[in-house]
């Protein structure tokens, strides 16, 4: 068994580089329909989402990776046809793309979903429960999506390795070291990035 790193992405916040925060607004938001209802968690919307109300901010700059206001953030990132690019051509498993084009004609949504039964060997994971002195519990795949507040992942065990994903247990967006590199190494604007040490991973590939 193998363990391995994963960092936390997300967009920064630092105004020198974006310009205001959030850089994507919503100007006309139905809640019913777009992003509650197209977009989930767990599994990819059947037609093609309706990005139309969102806009890019007055002052705003133009990043690989834009942050803005949505309801869960953690669905995705409104990313640039260049960091698409560079996901596809590295081999770099990320969801799914849809077109952004009231950001921008070369602008995506990267849809990212939870789909830790997919990835996570739970019968090998460790789960501590707080609420009684940091006990060690079995959680199963049936358990994961109502995970109790006091009980949380010590140690995950992949199925296999995976570029980036959601946390199966908070809203973080997760990404290997090998991605990272590649962000870093092609100057991918827009980000903040920074280890994940809320419990440890391995994988037995």
Not at 28 to 51: E, G
Not at 72 to 81: E, Q, Y
């Amino acid at each position: 068994m193998q363990q391995i790193k994963y960092f936390s992405l997300s967009p920064t916040t630092e105004t020198k580089e974006i310009g205001v925060w959030e850089q994507i607004d919503v100007v006309d938001y139905n809640r019913d329909t777009l992003l509650v209802k197209d977009l989930a968690y767990r599994s990819f919307p059947d037609s093609i989402p309706d990005f139309s109300g969102f806009k890019v901010k007055n002052g705003a700059r133009y990043t690989d990776i834009m942050s803005s206001f949505l309801p869960t953030k953690s669905i995705g990132v409104f990313v640039s046809d260049k960091l698409k690019q560079l996901i596809e051509s590295e081999n770099l498993y990320a969801g799914r793309f849809y077109p952004a084009l009231s950001v921008r004609e070369d602008y995506w949504f990267l849809h990212i979903i939870d789909k830790a039964t997919d990835i996570v060997d739970f019968k090998k994971s460790d789960f501590i429960d707080f609420s009684e002195d940091n006990r060690y519990v079995e959680i199963d795949e049936e358990d994961y999506e109502c995970l109790p507040d006091f009980v949380e992942p010590k140690k995950i065990v992949l199925k296999h390795m995976v570029d980036i994903f959601r946390s199966p247990y908070n809203i973080e967006v997760l990404i290997s070291e090998r991605f990272k590199d590649v962000l870093e190494k092609h100057n991918i604007t827009g980000t903040y990035i920074q280890e994940y040490d809320s419990c440890e991973f391995f994988t037995d590939n």
